[in-house]
């Protein structure tokens, strides 16, 4: 037996006598299930004594077990972990990774009432008072105190995490601003000047020069943005996105440079599907899910519209990277007479409550046409809501501008119909003074901001998501969605586990008052569209493959309504997501519980 099995079989004795004793696969399979049903009873018939915390992480592992060892899951996921086991007792070993063997010895843990939840990673070394011998104001101060307590910790986490709105960092950008404007001949008026934003967006070789002056650049990124150019990958980052980096590579502008600076292997992903990118990189299908041109359907009463299908600067992570070709693309704005055919479609569908303007970015458009654009879906009885998708507020916030917000105020008419605006922070860092002014333009108009966020290995760390949700309600803007990184393999170092954004959920966002924690967590099943993370309803994992990756079975929205086919889906490993983690400077052990969320 080789040593990394070891504590394995130390944890459940009992599953590596079974399994090392069977003479073949099914025979395994039999009395493992069996063992794993027979403890299940035992506990449920409560003839051995278990707290009930403890009995939920047995019951969730005894039947991710249970999911793992079934022949129909099996097929599913093309992979038999019970057959890697069985090896690995009989033999000593299997063709697995180490990622592999630490997801069963985690399982077995919580099977074994091992599972390392308790204590958290929040409270450890502290010991809850039991409020239960205490009554009345003495029970209500012992509790205050601890939660007190608790909110102490969760600031020393938060600290780590400064906004643009920081007196410090926003000295230090003021002081970035003038090298930029230096750099482009431009003063205080041209930086406050969304067309000047436009015009100097770093998209080619000059603007890679450029870049070099005004911060450094680590040598990957170097060469990775060389090769894109080189190659024709997208690649655009704005005046105002690039002052907000520190002059040299840091932690704290980690999140920044990775939205915009792409890494080599998704480079060279993107070179090797010139070719056919618009199937092999379309994630979501939205070739399969468009009745009409510029329009995309996969809900009964909204759908999206895109008439312009390129943005100012470009997201590595982009959804749409198999459309977009670079910044402001000649390609990129829709005909007079495409519009209007998406338009009529909306006016012939009377099924359509909510249209969703997007893109790429529609506020790239000059006023006029945004104006024509909105004039045409206000004159729809049936839309009732329309919501403006942007990322402008980040990336060049001088675009919201009095007359532009002057077009937004003339559609949003309370009663009839409402506008909103739907954005896309990432992280606290983004926030800066003039975002602060962008958002304050339209919420005087008594629109609602949403905001969107892709949960990122960038921005995945403890209580970061939580920092950004904070910041984003002193400036008005309503957390929406926490997207699942997509499952495009040209992506998979922005990727991070189901069970990091569940964990992130349950851990840290629940500990901030309900209306700061408005967002859900959400995965976009291809095709199908989003299905909700905390809904076990909605997912089940259905295997572990050799190299450690969680199969998951995601059940389309609409389960229980319409007989439609799941989705299986492979996500990156848990044990690969905290090796990263460690390289970034985190203590995996920080997040140990992460392996129970399933």
């Known amino acids: ?59 969730e592992g005894l039947e991710c077990l249970k999911n793992l060892f079934s022949p129909r899951n099996e097929r599913a996921a093309k992979n038999s972990s019970l057959e890697q086991l069985w090896r690995a007792a009989a ?14 010895f985690h399982l077995f843990k919580a099977v074994k009432v091992q599972a390392d939840v308790y204590p958290s990673m929040l409270m450890e070394g502290t010991t809850a008072p039991d409020f239960t011998k205490y009554e009345g104001r003495e029970a209500g101060k012992r509790r205050s105190d601890y939660l007190d307590e608790m909110a102490r910790r969760m600031d020393e986490h938060l600290s780590r995490y400064r906004s643009g709105l920081d007196p410090e960092v926003a000295r230090k950008r003021a002081e970035n ?69 520190d002059e040299d590579p840091s932690d704290q502008d980690f999140a920044l440079r990775q939205q915009v600076f792409p890494p080599l292997k998704y480079v060279q992903k993107m070179i090797a599907h010139r070719g056919d990118r618009k199937v092999a990189l379309d994630f979501m299908r939205e070739r399969d899910t468009s009745p009409e041109e510029l329009v995309t359907r996969r809900y009964p009463r909204v759908a999206i519209i895109k008439p312009y299908d390129s943005c100012p600067q470009i997201c590595v992570y982009c959804q749409r990277n198999w459309e977009i070709t670079s910044p402001f693309m000649p390609s990129a704005m829709a005909s007079e007479a495409e519009i209007d055919g998406a338009l009529d479609w909306y006016a012939e569908h009377e099924a359509m409550m909510d249209v969703l303007v997007t893109g790429g970015d529609p506020l790239v458009m000059n006023d006029g ?30 675009r919201i501008t009095e007359e532009l917000c002057e077009i937004f105020g003339s559609y949003h008419d309370l009663g009839r119909r409402s506008l909103s605006v ?12 003039e975002t602060v002014e962008a958002i304050r333009r339209i919420r005087v108009l008594g629109m609602d901001v949403y905001n969107q966020q892709v949960f990122t290995f960038a921005n995945s760390r403890r209580f970061e998501t939580a920092a950004l949700r904070i910041v984003l309600k002193k400036i008005g803007v309503d957390p929406y969605y926490t997207f699942n990184m997509k499952g495009k393999s040209e992506m998979e170092e922005y990727a991070v586990p189901i069970a990091r954004i569940l964990q992130e959920r349950k851990e840290e966002a629940r500990l901030l008052p309900g209306i700061f924690r408005t967002d859900e967590p959400v995965f976009n099943v291809p095709f199908l569209g989003k299905d909700h993370l905390r809904a076990w309803q909605n997912h089940e994992i259905i295997g572990i493959q050799p190299d450690g990756r969680r199969t998951y079975r995601f059940l389309p929205w609409e389960k229980n309504i319409v007989q439609v086919k799941p989705y299986i889906y492979d996500d990156v490993s848990i044990g690969g997501y905290l090796r990263r983690l460690r390289e970034r400077g985190e203590d995996p052990e920080k997040y140990r519980s992460i392996w129970y969320y399933y």
């Open 1 to 59: 037996m080789t040593n990394r099995w070891q504590r394995c079989w130390d944890v459940a004795p009992e599953i590596y006598l079974l399994l090392k004793e069977s003479d073949s696969l099914e025979a395994a399979r039999d009395v493992v299930v069996g063992y794993l049903q027979s403890l299940d009873w035992t506990h449920r018939r409560e003839a051995a004594e278990m707290d009930p915390w403890d009995y939920v992480l047995f019951n």
């Open 91 to 104: 033999t000593g070993d299997a063709e697995v990774s180490d990622d592999f063997v630490d997801e069963f």
């Open 177 to 245: 601003r003038e090298r930029v404007l230096a750099l482009l001949g431009g003063d205080e008026g041209d930086w406050h000047d969304w067309r000047w934003q436009f015009r100097h967006v770093f998209k080619d070789e000059l603007g890679l020069s450029q870049i070099r002056e005004i911060i450094n650049l680590s040598p990957d990124h170097d060469r990775s943005i060389s090769l894109a150019l080189e190659k024709g990958v997208p690649f655009g980052v704005t005046p105002h996105y690039l002052h907000l980096m």
């Open 369 to 398: 046409l945004i104006d024509r654009i909105l004039g045409r879906l206000a004159e729809m009885d049936q839309i009732l809501s329309i919501r403006i998708a942007t990322r402008t507020p980040v990336t060049v916030p001088q």
């Open 422 to 433: 739907v954005t896309h922070f990432m992280h606290p860092r983004e926030v800066t003074a």
